[in-house]
């Protein structure tokens, strides 16, 4: 079983806004605390669009190309990454939830080649990389708009 | 994940000895877990003796084993409850055999098809124009067809029927249902099965009804969360459940062996139906999106194996996205 990490969290912000935000892989800058940099390379934001993201992973800066898998809105997003040595997702499901909302964050890693040595360690990583990321997500979440 | 309990938390040991029977299966999925479980600090409390009045909840798969016993229930806490069923003359000796038990019960019989997605938009459209609300459907139709079987729109019958002929349903009937609640009945067989985005009609490798049905019920719980998010816009509460082991003729006909080994300690119908009578009945509404059985939520995976990644269960549901139609409907 690849490496997967499920955090899920309520926000105040309404599901639209959730979906709008997150949906724009852009802003993983902000509520990312693994992304240095993340900018559009193709597309509008719909399924497809392919973004460069450069994050650091244990120490080490990587660039990893993500594209936009699965747009359902407000209640759906999914982007894949690759390069040479990484392939992931980020998958996130938003529910209705009083005013705001619930947000599901699962994301699973896999790694090709000498990458796979690092497995172990990454899987003793990750609980606190995803709390991390979740806190921060939560932050960034909790300054939009809610349900009117 | 830890799965999520609902209301006040049991006593540690009362929490290990149930969590030790559910893993145990046999002696939680029978009637010893059951009896054992209502005995325990922390069992949770029963839904008011009239938390349904004046409700409507419909019912499929009315007619036989866990869907009497589940009409029963819901027809005590003071509930309208429409038997769905697909023979008509089954549905009415049903209804007329609970009214006799129960005179002052609300009942009413209708007839679908639920394999049969037209069938199904037919009666959504039918029972949606009288009643502007629902408060629940519980989903409890089911089949295990002796040979490969296809539905009128060619999905595997057994598929149709727990899962696509459930979701357009439920979809057709939103409006109704907002702010109400929705129970799929699954089975703990699914424990046994990997979800199958490759083959959702069971194309690949010879036909086993049981390993086809226990698929259906593995694609149902993979689905749950996603639909859960979805249908949670209009407030829908979604959950799904097992019943555990209960001889209902669904065993009697399809597992003859099974039974005559555990005949002596298998659930009967009310057993089996208890969990989703208090889904639907007990305030406050539990949490949506889990898989619950005697009244707690309950992990979907036992074994590593079973446990499928982001690409998986993406596939499944784009699979089950367009064998609804969800895309033209949003």
């Given amino acids: 079983m690849k490496p997967t990490v499920t955090r899920t969290f309520t926000t105040t912000a309404a599901p639209e806004a959730v979906f709008d935000y997150l949906a724009d892989f852009t802003n993983a800058e902000e509520w990312d605390p693994g992304t240095v940099s993340c900018e559009r390379t193709y597309g509008g934001g719909e399924v497809g669009t392919i973004y460069r993201n450069v994050s650091s992973f244990m120490g080490r800066e990587t660039q990893i190309a993500y594209s936009t898998a699965e747009l359902e809105r407000p209640t759906r997003i999914h982007f894949t990454g690759h390069n040479e040595q990484f392939d992931g997702h980020d998958v996130l499901g938003i529910r209705a939830h009083g005013q705001g909302s619930e947000v599901t964050y699962t994301a699973e890693f896999a790694f090709n080649g000498v990458a796979r040595l690092a497995v172990p360690l990454v899987k003793a990583y990750l609980p606190r990389l995803a709390n991390k990321t979740v806190d921060q997500l939560k932050t960034c979440l909790d300054r939009l708009p809610s349900s009117a | 994940m830890t799965p999520y309990q609902h209301g006040r938390r049991p006593p540690l040991v009362a929490r290990a000895l149930d969590t030790a029977m559910d893993r145990s299966m046999v002696l939680g999925y029978t009637t010893i877990g059951l009896r054992v479980r209502r005995a325990l600090p922390g069992w949770p409390a029963d839904p008011s003796a009239d938390a349904l009045e004046g409700k ?68 959504a459209g039918v029972i949606g124009d009288e009643l502007s609300t629902i408060h629940a459907v519980i989903h409890n139709a089911g089949v295990m067809p002796p040979e490969r079987t296809e539905s009128a729109q060619g999905h595997e019958l057994s598929m149709a029927v727990h899962l696509v002929g459930p979701v357009v349903m439920t979809e057709a009937l939103r409006p109704q249902l907002a702010g109400g609640r929705v129970v799929l009945v699954s089975s703990g067989g699914l424990y046994g099965q990997v979800l199958r985005a490759d083959d959702p009609g069971f194309l690949d490798g010879d036909y086993s ?45 399809s597992l003859p062996r099974f039974r005559a080994i555990t005949r002596p300690v298998l659930r009967d119908d009310a057993q089996g139906a208890d969990t989703s009578v208090w889904l639907v009945a007990v305030e406050p509404v539990p949490p949506a999106g889990l898989f619950w059985h005697d009244r707690r939520a309950r992990p979907i995976n036992l074994l590593p194996t079973t446990r499928v990644g982001q690409d998986g269960r993406s596939a499944a549901w784009a699979w089950l996205t367009r064998s609804t139609d969800l895309d033209a409907g949003s």
Avoid: N
């Fill in chain 2, 209 to 253: 009804p049981t390993t086809a049905y226990a698929r259906s019920k593995r694609m149902q719980v993979e689905m749950l969360p996603i639909l859960a998010d979805r249908w949670s816009l209009d407030g829908i509460h979604l959950s799904a459940m097992h019943p555990g082991w209960a001889d209902t003729p669904g065993v009697q006909d």
């Fill in chain 2, 56 to 123: 409507d909840v419909l019912v499929t798969g009315a007619s036989s084993g866990l869907g009497v016993a589940t009409v029963e229930a819901l027809a005590a806490l003071g509930a309208t409850v429409h038997l769905v069923v697909r023979d008509e003359a089954k549905g009415e000796r049903v209804r007329a055999e609970i009214a006799q038990r129960r005179p002052d019960a609300q009942l009413r019989v209708w007839r679908c098809d639920v394999g049969d997605l037209d069938d199904v938009r037919r009666f």
